[in-house]
């Protein structure tokens, strides 16, 4: 991951309740296992384990 850093990404993520989810994300940085960033779909900054995220790609830019 360290090699999005300051990128926009597209992520999917197994949160804390064991949903899937698909994130809009700008990412930080990253530290000992997190992944700071600022998410797009909640628009708002989130931490996320590394350990959690399953699947990463360049996002698309929306119109």
């Given at each position: 991951?360290?090699?999005?850093?300051?990128r926009?990404?597209?992520?999917?993520?197994?949160?804390?309740?064991?949903?899937?989810?698909?994130?809009?994300?700008?990412?930080?940085?990253?530290?000992?296992?997190?992944?700071?960033?600022?998410?797009?779909?909640?628009?708002?900054?989130?931490?996320?384990?590394?350990?959690n995220?399953?699947?990463?790609?360049?996002?698309?830019?929306?119109?």
């Open positions: 991951m360290q090699k999005h850093v300051g926009m990404v597209e992520m999917v993520y197994l949160d804390r309740n064991g949903k899937i989810t698909q994130r809009r994300i700008r990412v930080m940085g990253v530290k000992d296992g997190k992944l700071k960033a600022f998410c797009y779909d909640h628009r708002a900054p989130r931490i996320f384990n590394e350990e995220i399953l699947a990463v790609q360049p996002a698309v830019k929306r119109a």
